[in-house]
């Protein structure tokens, strides 16, 4: 007897359907063979599922030559997320249960006792479902809330396959998910700026750089508090819109980093990888192509400390990304593209040991290590960079005096007005902050709008900074940011000053 099921499978952050046959014969010589391009650890599903449905008290079919296609058979299928489909599928098969499962799609892990475990990319899987005219989804019971993001379909949370049993054969249907109310508004949970003592210059280029979306490096001896600076900028930034979170939960969906039971990520992504990490770390990678600490910081803030640290190539492949806000990762198997629209913030000392500069404690570094030092980071990257700033050594008066600076919530009451300007300059386009807008973008919203005083001062520094054309291009953009935040329209000679004393360290 033939049945078949629906399954799905992800590439990239896309899911894919997949038909799950499985056809049951007689046989002198039992077997069970699955077909279709598996991976190692679908092979294995057909001993979980002999395990799983044997001790749900259910019949395993004996006697029986058991073939489970799935199809397509050109598109490689990996992982367990086809042991509930295969299951449900042999239950069909052998008679056991009479259902339409025609409108119905079914992912999960079975563990040898019937439990249905979570997996990954719950949610693509079940909105191509729904887009292919699914209107039911099986899952995992932690994976509920993620898939129940997806409208338009019921979404059944599946605890065992004895429950999943009952339910079709309907002696004890399952409830489909309700999810609780999400509270949109969650405050994030980093430091408060008013927890950061003195540099209320760096406050105020980390204001521009939430506001506008801008790529920040700041330079400055140990103990100064540059990373407790970079850790309080998601307390700046404006919460997620409903698309962002969307994205970035199906980002996390298919990492396999969604907490057990957790629904619609609402706080904007803040990634800190190690300087050990690897360029497959850092942009992605695999056989199978998988998301990257890029991606994972897709629509919030990418946090690179110790810059120099970073191996060469690994701060190389950085480039793309920054420029296109995309990263596209190609295999002999496959390629995939995936979203990488992040704000970069990096830290550093200005040398090995730290102190360059330093008014109170003298540089030990051999002459020239400063500038070997510095070089590791190359000048294509720092182009790339839109504020340069320095984080000097707080004075005793101040941390003594422990003056508390402006809270993080009056600042992002700023910023989320400016975030608000910007989204009606770029309404019906692709842009979403002044750091995206292309050169077509930047001569309407930006070079068009300088006044003559301002024009003659970018004139000159143009030439005595020796900008590149896209240094230009950034100056304009942090200058649209810096007239947002005075709420003028017209960029003017401060705004321009303003811009370029943050490129003054680039060079």
């Known amino acids: 007897m033939l049945a078949r099921v629906q399954s799905s499978a992800v590439v990239g952050l896309d899911g894919v359907m997949v038909d799950v046959e499985v056809d049951i014969?007689?046989?002198?010589?039992?077997?069970?063979?699955?077909?279709?391009?598996?991976?190692?650890a679908v092979q294995e599903s057909k001993e979980r599922v002999r395990a799983a449905i044997r001790n749900s008290a259910l019949t395993w079919p004996f006697n029986s030559r058991?073939?489970?296609?799935?199809?397509?058979?050109d598109l490689r299928k990996e992982g367990p997320?086809?042991?509930?489909?295969?299951?449900?599928?042999?239950?069909?098969?052998?008679?056991?249960?009479?259902?339409?499962?025609?409108?119905?799609?079914?992912?999960?892990?079975?563990?040898?006792?019937?439990?249905?475990?979570?997996?990954?990319?719950?949610?693509?899987?079940?909105a191509v479902a729904r887009d292919r005219g699914a209107r039911r989804a099986f899952v995992p019971a932690p994976n509920a809330p993620e898939a129940a993001l997806v409208d338009g379909l019921e979404v059944y949370p599946v605890e065992s396959l004895t429950q999943l049993a009952a339910h079709l054969l309907g002696k004890a249907p399952i409830a489909p998910y309700s999810p609780d109310d999400i509270d949109e508004d969650a405050e994030s949970l980093g430091p408060d700026l008013a927890d950061v003592i003195g540099q209320e210059h760096a406050k105020r280029a980390l204001a521009m750089a939430a506001a506008g979306g801008h790529n920040l490096l700041m330079r400055g001896p140990p103990g100064s508090g540059k990373t407790l600076l970079a850790r309080a900028i998601p307390s700046i930034l404006p919460p997620m819109t409903n698309d962002e979170a969307l994205e970035v939960t199906r980002i996390y969906s298919v990492a396999g980093l969604?907490?057990?039971?957790?629904?619609?990520?609402?706080?904007?992504?803040?990634?800190?990888?190690?300087?050990?990490?690897?360029?497959?770390?850092?942009?992605?990678?695999?056989?199978?192509?998988?998301?990257?600490?890029?991606?994972?910081?897709?629509?919030?803030?990418?946090?690179?400390?110790?810059?120099?640290?970073?191996?060469?190539?690994?701060l190389e492949v950085l480039r793309q990304p920054l420029e296109d806000?995309?990263?596209?990762?190609?295999?002999?198997?496959?390629?995939?593209?995936?979203?990488?629209?992040?704000?970069?913030?990096?830290?550093?000392?200005?040398?090995?040991?730290?102190?360059?500069?330093?008014?109170?404690?003298?540089?030990?570094?051999?002459?020239?290590?400063?500038?070997?030092?510095?070089?590791?980071?190359?000048g294509p990257v720092l182009d790339r960079i839109?504020?340069?700033?320095?984080?000097?050594r707080v004075d005793y008066e101040k941390l003594a005096a422990g003056a508390k600076g402006e809270a993080s919530s009056v600042v992002a009451a700023?910023?989320?007005?400016?975030?608000?300007?910007?989204?009606?300059?770029?309404?019906?386009?692709?842009t979403r902050l002044n750091a995206e807008m292309g050169p077509t973008e930047v001569?309407?919203?930006?070079?068009?709008?300088?006044?003559?005083?301002?024009q003659r001062i970018l004139s000159q520094a143009t030439a005595q900074m020796a900008l590149s054309a896209r240094a230009f291009h950034r100056v304009l953009k942090v200058a649209r940011t810096v007239a947002d935040f005075d709420g003028s329209d017209v960029i003017g000679s401060a705004h321009v000053a303003e811009a370029l004393q943050y490129r003054e360290r680039a060079e």
């Open 25 to 40: 014969s007689r046989a002198q010589n039992p077997t069970t063979a699955i077909v279709g391009l598996p991976d190692a």
């Open 258 to 314: 969604l907490p057990a039971g957790a629904g619609l990520v609402r706080e904007r992504p803040f990634r800190a990888p190690h300087h050990t990490i690897s360029h497959a770390g850092l942009v992605g990678g695999g056989s199978v192509p998988r998301p990257g600490e890029i991606t994972l910081s897709h629509h919030g803030v990418l946090f690179l400390d110790e810059l120099p640290e970073f191996g060469t190539q690994v």
């Open 66 to 73: 058991i073939v489970v296609n799935l199809a397509p058979a």
């Open 443 to 454: 001569r309407e919203h930006a070079q068009w709008k300088l006044d003559e005083q301002a």
């Open 325 to 378: 806000r995309i990263v596209t990762i190609s295999r002999a198997r496959q390629s995939a593209t995936f979203p990488a629209s992040f704000a970069l913030v990096a830290a550093q000392n200005p040398c090995p040991c730290g102190y360059l500069g330093d008014p109170v404690r003298e540089c030990r570094c051999p002459a020239n290590a400063a500038a070997r030092y510095q070089r590791r980071v190359s």
């Open 81 to 126: 997320a086809y042991d509930l489909p295969i299951a449900a599928g042999v239950m069909v098969a052998s008679g056991q249960v009479e259902a339409d499962l025609g409108d119905a799609v079914f992912v999960g892990e079975l563990a040898l006792d019937g439990e249905v475990r979570s997996v990954r990319g719950a949610l693509p899987m079940v």
């Open 386 to 392: 839109d504020i340069f700033i320095d984080v000097p």
């Open 414 to 430: 700023r910023v989320r007005e400016v975030r608000a300007i910007q989204r009606e300059r770029f309404a019906g386009t692709a």
